[in-house]
């Protein structure tokens, strides 16, 4: 099984834009709204596939998975990436024990480098990261719901952390180009002043209002900027909220160069059912397109 890990401290690979980007890309020209750019997404994967079972992908009767007009934003299933070969590794050995929980869906896997409270969520879908239209569509699974529901307390990967959190990495500072969520800890400081600022009514509660609710939190390198959003669940696609409410506005250069991080609400040493939902890109004033200046590995 591969080190995949992109943790604060660890050297980070730099990605560029994939090559063949802008023939995917085309499908979905043309979207002025948010809801348009859904919808073409939508499109996009329910038009016939010219490779109906592409080697690598789930078998028949689980989930589906991006259609083959998306595999240059999305990724081929014979692509090698080492996150990648690890989800395939776990679909065909489920019982290995690096492979700590495999469904149709995803797998989750240990991070690097190996802690209590250093997991991974993998889709079982070939899908290289958050720029992936797929992930928009309402075919996708709700994958951020699925990381709560493993990393919580009593779940079945869960994180031995006094405060939990859940992040991805844009596409320039991750360091694999598999989409994997990660499951950690967040300092109680981080927690604390989300609430202070949900207090003073900073942060959103609807999700048209998202794009303006910038804050300002401290984390491992210093205070950065967020728009910040409360929900009252993981039931929504994260995802298509972002891209609606944030990206496509336009109010960012774009789904490749955010990164996502989620941070479960704590009051009284049990967590509320409140999520607070923090988004960030370079193309705000001290903004960040990494997860990792707030969540806690090791």
């Known amino acids: 099984m591969h080190e995949h890990k992109d943790a604060d401290g660890l050297p980070r690979r730099r990605f560029v834009a994939l090559s063949g980007a802008l023939g995917a890309a085309a499908l979905l020209a043309g979207a002025g709204t948010g809801r348009s750019r859904a919808a073409a997404a939508q499109a996009a994967y329910s038009a016939p596939s010219t490779d109906p079972c592409p ?8 989930s589906p998975c991006p259609p083959s007009q998306l ?12 996150v990648w070969n690890d989800v395939q590794h776990c679909v065909r050995n489920p019982q290995d024990p690096q492979c700590l929980h495999v469904t149709s869906d995803y797998v989750v896997l240990h991070g690097k480098p190996e802690s209590p409270r250093n997991f991974l969520l993998s889709p079982t879908c070939r899908i290289t990261g958050i720029e992936c239209p797929y992930l928009e569509s309402t075919q996708a699974p709700n994958y951020w719901s699925d990381a709560w529901d493993n990393a919580r307390p009593g779940g079945r990967v869960p994180v031995q952390s006094d405060f939990i959190g859940l992040g991805i990495n844009s596409q ?15 300092e109680d400081n981080t927690q604390k002043q989300l609430q202070d600022l949900e207090r003073a009514h900073s942060i959103a509660t609807s999700v048209g209002a998202w794009a303006q609710a910038q804050v300002s939190v401290t984390g491992f390198k210093g205070r950065r900027t967020y728009r910040a959003l409360l929900r009252r669940s993981l039931d929504e696609n994260l995802f298509a909220l972002l891209a609606d409410h944030v990206v496509h506005p336009p109010q960012t250069g774009g789904m490749a160069q955010q990164t996502l991080i989620v941070v479960p609400k704590k009051v009284n040493n049990a967590y509320t059912g409140d999520f607070y939902v923090l988004n960030s890109d370079t193309s705000l004033h001290d903004g960040t397109d990494t997860c990792d200046e707030l969540l806690v590995y090791a």
């Open 55 to 62: 080697p690598g992908t789930p078998p028949p009767g689980t």
């Open 71 to 82: 595999q240059s934003l999305c990724g081929r299933p014979g692509d090698s990436d080492p």
């Open 172 to 186: 320039a500072a991750r360091r694999f180009d598999q989409l994997h969520i990660h499951m950690a800890g967040v």
